[in-house]
């Protein structure tokens, strides 16, 4: 099967610009995640959808910050305007529902964002 | 309090010997599940095993293994016979339910591993 797809792999942008990532989850996968992973720091989840509802969005900076997933397959994440201190990996993952047992996350390759 | 701790920044190992890294976590339900991911300079995180709390056999596949301490909160993850292929960061994650019963995955900070040829 398909992995996880995600795109652009890199952007350079100045701050205070926008910018938005592109991400296409495994078929058939209802659960989508966004996590920020800063450079030497763990994954940080950001906001997780199941199908085309939000589950769960507490540590996404809202001010800046906004994720859709329309039709419950595909999602984007966008940063507007961006911070010096959003530079950082945004890491896609999906995982078939329900998410249990040995249902594990799948990641794309990651967006990495550079803010100058 | 942290949900999943990894202790160990960094860790050096021989090539060809075994090597343990440390997790424990902090949960109070009783259905929870343990995963290991790799992830090599290249970015992609890789899933290596998973632990289900009810799971009474310690998880193995291949050269991983983990080492499942319940009591303890523990699950620590044993590479045997290191390859230099095994230098990368590795990350311990817990899936539990939140107060809405919606599955969440939480990382920990990682171990750096480097394999010594």
């Known amino acids: 099967e398909a992995g996880v797809a995600q795109s652009p792999r890199y952007k350079i942008i100045e701050k205070r610009q926008s910018v938005a990532f592109w991400c296409n989850p495994i078929?058939?996968?209802?659960?989508l995640y966004w996590y920020q992973q800063i450079l030497g720091q763990g994954p940080k989840l950001l906001i997780q959808?199941?199908?085309?509802?939000?589950?769960?969005d507490s540590q996404l900076p809202k001010d800046r910050f906004s994720a859709e997933r329309l039709k419950g397959v595909d999602s984007t994440l966008k940063i507007q305007p961006a911070k010096l201190e959003d530079s950082a990996v945004y890491l896609c993952?999906?995982?078939?529902?329900?998410?249990?047992?040995?249902?594990?996350?799948?990641f794309g390759a990651g967006s990495r964002l550079t803010v100058l | 309090a942290q949900k999943i701790t990894q202790t160990q920044p960094g860790m050096f190992v021989q090539e060809k010997e075994a090597v343990t890294l440390d997790c424990t976590y902090d949960?109070?339900?009783?259905?929870?599940?343990l995963f290991w991911y790799k992830q090599p300079s290249s970015g992609e995180m890789i899933f290596l095993i998973y632990q289900g709390s009810y799971d009474e056999q310690n998880a193995t596949e291949g050269r991983y293994s983990l080492n499942f301490q319940k009591a303890r909160k523990s699950a620590n993850l044993v590479i045997s016979a290191s390859q230099l292929g095994d230098s990368a960061m590795y990350f311990c994650a817990m899936r539990e339910a939140d107060s809405g019963g919606y599955q969440k995955v939480t990382f920990g900070t990682g171990t750096k591993l480097q394999v010594i040829p």
């Open positions: 078929s058939g996968h209802a659960t």
């Open positions: 949960t109070s339900d009783q259905s929870y599940g």
């Open positions: 959808f199941q199908n085309n509802g939000v589950v769960d």
């Open positions: 993952a999906s995982s078939p529902q329900p998410a249990s047992g040995a249902n594990v996350l799948t």
